[in-house]
């Protein structure tokens, strides 16, 4: 049996074993009582999770991809235009999207490490008109979380749909849907849910709704918002067969999430990144992403003189802890560390001294004990 290694990556992210005992049971079937309720469950706990009290919950067999595309092609007229605010990879994806369907797009690009500021979304909307407006919250690649909530207020003075990409943010980083006036949060199973791949997680607002219900054609059959909206409301309905298992340990995902408290589980985000942090400065790290714009899930340092990422990373999976390799054009000079989910204080003490050890065999030179000292600290 291959050797269980502690994923500190940015998605997939470690599974609870309430959650691996969901997947495992027996496959029933799609449309019996016991799954039609947990579907239900999880269509409803959902909502709570991105505090969205009007508005349909989607979730369908895919990734978060299929989410981007299925946000993008049920709000859009093929004359209408779409605005990505770009914090790195990911918005260049959205835009990637946006072509591929042939809709006009824009896109503002932050500088690699930051956000675009909300300043610069005003300025563009007001010069411009857009049907929809889309924004990563945590970007994966750079590790910069974006102020959504202040974009949100810019966009609702305007009647425009503003929809954010929580891929590496929700159910980690706090979304209140309908106070901040969110339209979209579109996300995946694979990360801060805890759940592993294999879903596209969506919540859209009654306006939302409302404009995919307004448009006569979306150039989309699988990732039809209004082929999937009946199934939502009663999924004893047939459209496609649900991925039953995947969909059961998602729905427990969610109640692990909520027993947890939304609260509590961002808080323990803040807390087990800022351990984290003081871990790897107390090491002689930097970190790639401006501090204003830190994210409590993920976390991408820059490797100090003499320590070379194939060399530090392979020494780490030998000790069980995989972080992973920067993306792009920071392949090699940063890695990504991610801290999201269902994870516990103690694996990040466990992962903290098995970074220790790694640098010691590579040669590197360091205070002893300090980056597990400074994690402890936070942590206590
Ligand atoms: C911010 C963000 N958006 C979208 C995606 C794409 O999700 P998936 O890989 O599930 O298709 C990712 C994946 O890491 C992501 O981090």
Redesign the pocket.
């Known amino acids: 049996m291959q050797e269980e290694k502690l994923l500190l990556i940015?998605?997939p992210t470690p599974v609870h074993p309430r959650i691996i005992n969901r997947l495992s049971l027996p496959t029933i079937s799609h449309v019996s009582p016991v799954f039609v309720r947990e579907f239900k469950d999880a269509l409803k706990n959902l909502k709570k999770i991105v505090f969205c009290e009007a508005g349909e919950s989607f979730i369908v067999a895919?990734?978060?991809?299929?989410?981007?595309e299925m946000t993008l092609v049920n709000l859009l007229n093929q004359k209408e235009k779409a605005l990505v605010l770009s914090q790195g990879?990911?918005g260049q994806?959205m835009k990637e999207i946006s072509s591929a369907f042939g809709f006009e797009c824009d896109i503002i690009q932050s500088p690699l490490g930051r956000a675009v500021q909300p300043e610069q979304v005003k300025e563009q909307i007001d010069k411009q008109d857009y049907a929809l407006v889309l924004s990563?919250?945590?970007?994966?690649?750079t590790g910069a979380c974006a102020p959504i909530k202040e974009y949100a207020q810019v966009v609702k003075n305007k009647d425009i749909l503003f929809a954010v990409?929580?891929?590496?943010?929700t159910g980690g980083i706090e979304e209140k849907m309908t106070d901040w006036g969110v339209d979209v949060i579109l996300t995946?199973a694979?990360?801060c849910f805890g759940v592993p791949?294999g879903l596209?997680v969506m919540v859209f607002s009654d306006r939302a709704m409302d404009k995919r219900k307004s448009l006569s054609f979306v150039p989309a059959y699988y990732g039809d918002l209004m082929k999937w909206l009946p199934i939502m409301k009663d999924p004893s309905k047939y459209f496609s067969t649900p991925c039953v298992n995947e969909i059961r340990a998602f729905c427990e995902g969610t109640r692990v999430m909520l027993d947890e408290t939304m609260e509590v589980r961002f808080k323990r985000h803040q807390k087990t990144a800022r351990a984290i942090r003081a871990g790897l400065e107390s090491l002689g790290f930097s970190f790639f992403t401006e501090d204003k714009y830190f994210a409590d899930t993920i976390t991408v340092p820059i490797y100090p003189h003499g320590v070379r990422d194939d060399e530090f990373r392979t020494k780490l999976a030998e000790k069980r802890v995989l972080f992973a390799g920067g993306l792009g054009r920071l392949k090699g000079k940063v890695f990504r560390i991610g801290h999201m989910g269902n994870i516990s204080y103690s694996q990040i003490e466990f992962a903290m001294d098995a970074v220790e050890k790694a640098l010691s065999e590579i040669g590197y030179e360091f205070d002893k004990g300090s980056g597990l000292k400074a994690v402890k600290q936070v942590l206590q």
């Not at 895919?62 to 981007?68: E, V």
Request: net charge neutral; hydrophobic share 35%.
């Open positions: 940015p998605g895919g990734a978060g991809t299929l989410s981007m990879y990911f994806r990563t919250h945590v970007d994966t690649a990409d929580g891929v590496c943010a995946a694979q990360k791949p596209a």
